[in-house]
């Protein structure tokens, strides 16, 4: 079995295109674009170079669409929260948030929600296990796990303006 071929071209003023070819010789492509978004080509079989369908995808779509074909529960070492019943999920701290500025603690979500805040993500930077003195800011998106109810009212408490 032949494995992927995979092209990187920059594309200056909008993003990076990336190229691969099956094994079954289907083109496909993905478009990343400066502002975070995606757009994902699939090109004809008898044309390929005719797109027989172009999506673009928000940051959060791709990421979804990222989980979907290579999940994280499949790796042996990691543990797989729903066979637990647990969720695992990226809750993104918007600039407007009540919580910006203030502190992890305050919003009381272990009390609240029953969830865990395992770590925050801070521009290039992963802070694990923030405490309860931990300054959030816009822009954080904490990585929290929980029941599914859990993490919805998490999202809700910290999506609040």
């Not at 309860?132 to 809700?156: K, M, N, S, W």
Request: glycine fraction near 10%; aromatic fraction near 2%; charge should be neutral.
């Amino acid at each position: 079995m032949s494995s992927a071929r995979t092209s990187r071209t920059p594309l200056p003023g909008i993003g990076v295109r990336y190229d691969l070819t099956t094994r079954e010789r289907r083109n496909l492509s993905v478009v990343a674009h400066r502002d975070g978004s995606r757009t994902l080509s699939a090109y004809r079989s008898d044309d390929p170079d005719a797109c027989a369908l172009s999506v673009r995808l928000t940051g959060q779509e791709a990421e979804a669409l990222v989980d979907a074909l290579k999940p994280t529960h499949h790796s042996p070492t990691l543990l797989s929260t729903t066979e637990l019943g647990l969720v695992a999920e990226r809750i993104e701290l918007s600039g407007t948030s009540h919580w910006n500025g203030r502190l992890l603690g305050d919003t009381r979500m272990r009390t609240e929600t029953g969830v865990s805040i395992v770590a925050v993500l801070r521009r290039a930077e992963a802070i694990p296990s923030p405490g309860p003195g931990f300054r959030l800011a816009g822009g954080d998106t904490l990585i929290v796990i929980g029941t599914r109810e859990g993490v919805d009212a998490a999202a809700a408490i910290l999506g609040r303006e």
